[in-house]
Every structure is written in structure tokens, then in C-alpha cells.
């Protein structure tokens, strides 16, 4: 089944949104294989980032994602990369469409709550960067015969 990498950023988890954003994952029938609350260094920040480092925002962004711990997930589902994109919305929270996370919760472009990883390579790479073959669990939940 096909996996993404999804992490609350230091202001989600600031503002309590951890319950709030596992809820809407849990809700849509994705299946939750691995999490953990983390302070992400300079230079796992500056890889994670490292599409954007020559970008004018680049220092600030990393500055701002080892700031405080984040809330790294492992989440599972059909289409679950592009599905839990559309339930983030846009980078910008001000284009974001209502119902979406960002949407809900974000005001500004810097503290836009989630990251999600957008295709199939950097779930891959993502995966890899912040989470052990043994942090990443295989379980049956039994509900989701009713999702699928
Ligand atoms: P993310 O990687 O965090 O999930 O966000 P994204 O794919 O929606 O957006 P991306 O283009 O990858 O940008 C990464 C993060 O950089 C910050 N950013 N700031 N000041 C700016 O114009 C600007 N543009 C992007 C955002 O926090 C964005 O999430
Ligand atoms: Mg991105």
C-alpha cells in the first residue's frame, strides 16, 4: 500500500493541532504506521529542504522547522501522497480552500501548520530521512474492510 510522510510543524504542535490534524487522517481511513515527536536538526532540516536552498526563504525555513519538536507520521492509503496533499491545501493558507488544514488553521505562508510530501520520490526519500525500517509498522486494522 502506497505510504506518505506527513509532519505537524512546530506551530501545529504549539497550538495543540496533533489530536486535531491525526483525527482528520484516522477519519478519512488512512492507516497511521509510525509517528514520533522530534527535534529536527540543522542538517535533517537542510536535506528535507534541500529543493529549495537556493530559494530567499531557505534560511528562514529551516530556522523555523528545527525551532521546536514536530509530529513526524508515517500514513498509509490508496492515493494516500495526492490525498493527504488535497487535505492540506495550498502552501499559502490564504489560498487555501476552507475544510482543507491549512485552510482551517494556517494564516501565513511561513507557519502553514503541515508538511506533506508531494509525489511518489520524496515520500520515498522523506521516509527514509526520518524514519527506520523498524519505526514503520505492518498491522491489520480490521475497520478498514469497510473503507476499502
Ligand atoms: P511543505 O514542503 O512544507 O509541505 O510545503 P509545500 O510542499 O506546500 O511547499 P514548498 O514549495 O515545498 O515550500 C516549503 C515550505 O517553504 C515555505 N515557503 N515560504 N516565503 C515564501 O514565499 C515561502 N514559500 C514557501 C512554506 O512554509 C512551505 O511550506
Ligand atoms: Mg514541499
Redesign the pocket.
Known sequence: MEKTFLMVKPDGVQRNLIGEITSRFEKKGYKLAGAKLMVISNSLAEEH?GE?KDKP?FSE?VEFITSGPVFAMVWEGENVIAGARQMMGA?KPSDAAPGTIRGDFGVT??K?VI??S?SADSAKRELELFFNSEEILNYQKDNLNWVY
Open positions: 529542504y529549495h526563504f525555513l502552501t505562508v511561513g502553514n508538511h506533506g508531494d
